[in-house]
């Protein structure tokens, strides 16, 4: 009696080192702009820099959320502000201000959207300017402490290269 055996790679099997590898380059990406930045601020200690969002897009003020015009959107149809804030984070908003969340990635914010304007669905809208979440978070829990992490990590590395500089 003769046994067979098959030899295939799982298609799962190389996941791991691809989403290590692609997580290795953010955090690489994310390090070198933290250090550029120190080290602008090491070589003008005496100019005052401000926190810059990601892209260099200004950090919006307390973003006054208007109700939606009637004309344009049926007050039957719930909207949601979907951006970034000021540390890069995506933000889902009722525009309503009952429920909000932060999010990693945007498609977790519009799914977060989608998911509670069931089953009607929901209008989304894009600020140009970012804004701060203004409501407890519903969304990922946590985002909030890798914005302290991050932080946190920023303030050492600008540490390390004041020192080496």
Do not use: Y
């Not at 939606?68 to 039957?76: F, K, N, R």
């Not at 951006?83 to 519009?110: H, Q």
Request: glycine share 8%; proline share 7%.
């Amino acid at each position: 009696m003769g046994a067979i055996s098959f030899h295939t790679a799982h298609p799962a099997a190389g996941r791991p080192r691809a989403v290590l590898a692609a997580a290795r380059k953010t955090i690489d990406r994310f390090v070198s702009c933290q250090m550029q930045h120190a080290a602008a601020e090491a070589e003008c200690p005496r100019r005052e820099h401000t926190h810059t969002p990601p892209r260099d897009e200004p950090a919006g003020d307390n973003t006054q959320f208007q109700p939606l015009d009637s004309g344009i959107v049926s007050e039957a149809i719930p909207g949601f502000f979907i951006g970034r804030n000021s540390e890069g984070f995506w933000v889902a908003r009722d525009a309503k201000g009952r429920i909000g969340g932060l999010f990693l990635f945007k498609s977790s914010a519009l799914s977060f959207a989608r998911t509670n304007s069931r089953p009607t669905g929901c209008a989304t809208i894009f600020p140009s300017h970012r804004f701060e979440l203004d409501l407890e978070n519903n969304g990922n829990a946590l985002v909030p402490h890798l914005g302290s992490v991050k932080r946190l990590v920023t303030r050492h590395l600008q540490r390390l290269v004041a020192s080496i500089g």
